[in-house]
């Protein structure tokens, strides 16, 4: 017979943790069911170990930045026991044991719709009449020739290295690569981008990816834009990729970092009338995907950030409780961790124009505009740009590339989200010296 539920959620990654705890806490009987770890791909191979990682490396360069003081020792078996600790050492025992003790049942398997209303897991087969798929994504490799034989990394093997190989090729320059490739550049490899693109973060404000490359460079990484990798082989060096414009470039290891591909189509979607599309589960604006079945995060393939996947949680968990739910992504951050950090939320320039807003733009220099980064580090760096519509006199969208940006842009999500008018935020008043002061100096440029 059936284990019978009032809900099923399909993934324990930060997800799948908030609607199953949600869902719980709302009384009804759940099930929660991973395929691997429970914590997920960001708890254990993405974004936990790589910030973890990547803070050794800003911190000791911060260091070197500031007056009075020098780059600390980099120690690397230390960093190396607490980015283990950090990943649980891979073991999620005492959150299974956790979830259990409060009543949450955790199944250990690959979990799939075997028809409606029916989960089918390992041997086990459940039943609920609400179900969530929060199963996340995997690692989109691309399809170049001798790459599977010669051997490659993903992010799983790249946040979870033991030693720093001596050279590293990186495909890819979004977020994953470019911050995998500053932190291993910094602690000694020698490092090459390759990326098919016109320029790096090829989704947000143009000026961003130009700073970001001007400082990875500077850092003595081989940024290669406008290539791709035709063919990679076995060699002398570990790896040998054949490029596109008819150069090579050969290093220990090559880290895969071209995206990552929404877990639609092996789910079981199209058991409950889903269409299992390789871009991602379509959802409503309260994460339906069909009668009884909600989807949430990766699978989605609305926005591949751990924020939004627990947004979504909140959302889905609501629309079951029969509260109103209504998932609104106009205000959400985005960000990427390297050094200085680029943070950006809202529309670019081109997309708002696309979209018939009549744009309005302004950009500061951190440096020319306000005191903080000068208290911060010698050779202050950074700029802030915000995008406002003219007619409505609200921002639609703002992008920061500078120390601590993941922090400050959550200043231009709120004006965003609330649609806060220009004449409010030219009266609002930030404390000194910090870096949102900047945001004054910028919407000072735009027409009143």
């Known amino acids: 017979m059936p284990a019978d539920y009032d809900a099923i959620v399909i993934g324990a990654g930060p997800g799948g943790e908030v609607a199953a705890s949600q869902l719980h806490a709302r009384g009804l009987r759940t099930a929660l069911i991973e395929r691997e770890l429970v914590g997920g791909e960001c708890a254990y191979w993405a974004c936990v170990p790589s910030k973890t990682l990547l803070r050794a490396a800003e911190a000791a360069e911060q260091a070197a930045r500031t007056a009075g003081l020098r780059s600390p020792e980099r120690d690397w078996r230390e960093l190396v026991e607490y980015r283990d600790f950090m990943v649980r050492h891979l073991d999620d025992s005492r959150q299974v044991r956790e979830y259990r003790r409060e009543g949450i049942d955790v199944h250990r398997g690959e979990g799939r ?8 897991v390992a041997d086990e087969t459940l039943s609920a009449p609400r179900i969530i798929l929060a199963n996340g994504s995997a690692p989109r490799v691309p399809s170049i020739p001798g790459l599977q034989e010669a051997g490659f990394w993903t992010n799983r093997e790249a946040t979870n290295l033991t030693e720093i190989p001596r050279s590293v090729i990186v495909l890819g320059g979004g977020p994953v690569g470019i911050e995998l490739a500053q932190f291993l550049r910094r602690f000694g490899a020698h490092v090459t981008i390759v990326h098919d693109g016109e320029r790096l973060l090829a989704r947000e404000e143009p000026r ?3 700073l970001l490359l001007e400082v990875l460079r500077g850092e003595g990484i081989d940024v290669r834009l406008r290539t791709q990798a035709t063919e990679v082989r076995r060699s002398d060096a570990g790896r040998t990729a054949t490029l596109s414009d ?3 470039a050969s290093a220990e290891q090559l880290l895969v ?4 591909a929404p877990r639609s189509e092996d789910v079981g979607a ?3 009338g889903i269409e299992p599309r390789p871009e991602g589960i379509a959802i409503d604006e309260r994460c339906r995907a069909a009668e009884g079945v909600w989807a949430i995060g990766d699978v989605t393939g609305v926005m591949p950030f751990t924020h939004v996947a627990k947004y979504q949680a909140r959302i889905a968990c609501a629309d079951i409780a029969g509260q109103p739910a209504h998932a609104d992504y106009d205000a959400i951050p985005r960000v990427v961790l390297c050094d200085p950090e680029v943070a950006a939320v809202g529309m670019t320039a081109a997309v708002a124009r696309e979209r018939g807003i009549e744009v309005e733009c302004a950009r500061v220099v951190l440096a020319e505009a306000i005191t903080r980064p000068w208290t911060f580090e010698r050779d202050p760096r950074g700029e802030l740009g915000v995008i406002a519509d003219r007619r409505r006199g609200v921002l639609v969208g703002a992008w ?6 993941a922090e400050w842009i959550h200043y231009a999500a709120l004006a965003i989200k609330t649609a806060a008018p220009l004449a409010v935020l030219r009266d609002m008043v930030a404390q000194f010296p910090t870096y949102c002061e900047a945001y004054l100096k910028a919407i000072e440029q735009l027409a009143p």
């Not at 970092?257 to 990552?260: L, V």
């Open 400 to 405: 920061a590339v500078g120390p601590l940006a």
């Open 246 to 248: 008819g150069t090579s």
């Open 208 to 210: 961003a990816g130009a």
């Open 113 to 120: 719709i075997a028809a409606a209303r029916t989960v089918q």
């Open 270 to 272: 199209e058991h409950a």
């Open 257 to 260: 970092a071209t995206g990552r």
